[in-house]
């Protein structure tokens, strides 16, 4: 008989129609509704990016459903069968609605992973707490894997669009080694530091190998999205990077986004429109690598890791 496992594939969420955002926005404040000007905010940005349309949703449907396809192709998973379920973060289905549903289908074994490749206690360490607690409430035995941010498939599949948009400055006029690279990645809450975190660190990991393949020196890391908080958040912002860079006369940038997998609102409003238009103003060229989304090689790079987990005997 076929052994099943259950995958917790896990995603930050995003809200299902115009009506829902109230809702997820009180989720993400930890039950604290928004202020009506602060949703206005947050609804125009989702006007802006696809008017109403909620890109993540669709983006993180077709990678559970593509990685559940790899993991069942690979050679090695021969005498099991995985079986993906979707759990998010702030919308429905939540974290615990897939646990649950794991336990429906009489799972007793399982793996979470989440769609996001560099570790932080705040996020996927948060993610990580929610799916245990209810896995162990519901007897399931699940083990979790916390990063892969140096997976040689992530590392090929990012170093490959990298590369793709260094080509299309060079045919736009660029010479090569004038655009500055800005690797990118969600801030955090400064206070992260202090607990000695390690997602700045794994992410400077990744702009170092992705660098170094391709021969890029000419390249720093710099955050964005920071929350609308009172504390600090790490920093700079690319919006000020953006300035600083103008100031050195830094003509050409291109943003590569590593700390994200998909095309949402912190890529399609918070570079494609907010920091594009910072770059207009002050007169430079700026592109964005293409987002990793379901690339067969980010499909490969969550199968191995989670196949390797499953072999160490979960
Ligand atoms: O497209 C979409 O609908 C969702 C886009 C989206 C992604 C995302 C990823 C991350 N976040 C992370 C941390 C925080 C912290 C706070 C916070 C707040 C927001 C708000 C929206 C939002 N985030 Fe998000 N995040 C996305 C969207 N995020 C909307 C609320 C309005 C705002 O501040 O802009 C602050 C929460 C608080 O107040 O306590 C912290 C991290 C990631 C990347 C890793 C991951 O995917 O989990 C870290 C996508």
Not at 63 to 69: G, R
Not at 75 to 95: M, T, W
Not at 211 to 238: K, M, Y
């Amino acid at each position: 008989m076929t052994n099943t496992v259950g995958v917790l594939v896990m995603s930050y969420g995003t809200p299902e129609k115009m009506e829902s955002i109230e809702a997820y926005y009180t989720h993400i404040r930890r039950g604290r509704p928004p202020e009506p000007e602060q949703l206005k905010e947050l609804t125009d940005r989702y006007e802006a990016i696809v008017g109403g349309v909620f890109p993540l949703r669709e983006n993180t449907d077709n990678q559970v459903k593509a990685l559940q396809e790899t993991l069942n192709k690979d050679d090695r998973s021969n005498e099991v069968e995985f079986r993906c379920y979707q759990g998010l973060k702030h919308a429905y289905p939540f974290i615990e609605d897939g646990v649950e549903q794991m336990a429906k289908d009489g799972i007793q074994t399982a793996i979470g992973i989440v769609l996001a490749p560099h570790f932080s206690t705040m996020s996927v360490g948060s993610y990580i707490k929610r799916a245990r607690e209810k896995a162990e409430d519901l007897g399931i035995q699940m083990s979790f894997i916390e990063s892969y941010h140096l997976h040689p498939k992530l590392i090929q599949a990012l170093s490959t669009r990298v590369s793709a948009k260094l080509d299309a400055f060079e045919e736009a006029g660029a010479k090569r080694g004038d655009v500055r690279v800005l690797f990118s990645a969600h801030s955090l809450p400064a206070r992260i530091v202090d607990i000695g975190d390690p997602y700045p660190q794994q992410l400077m990991e990744t702009s170092e190998v992705i660098a170094s393949r391709l021969g890029i020196t000419n390249w720093q890391f710099t955050w964005q999205s920071a929350g609308r908080t009172a504390e600090p958040w790490l920093g700079p912002d690319i919006l000020d990077t953006l300035q600083d860079l103008a100031r050195e006369q830094v003509e050409d940038v291109l943003v590569a986004p590593i700390g994200f997998v998909s095309d949402h609102l912190e890529v399609l409003y918070d570079l494609d429109i907010e920091a594009k238009a910072i770059a207009k103003e002050i007169d430079m060229r700026l592109m964005r690598i293409d987002s990793l989304n379901s690339d067969p090689l980010y499909m490969e790079t969550l199968s191995d890791v989670i196949i390797n987990q499953w072999q160490q005997g979960t």
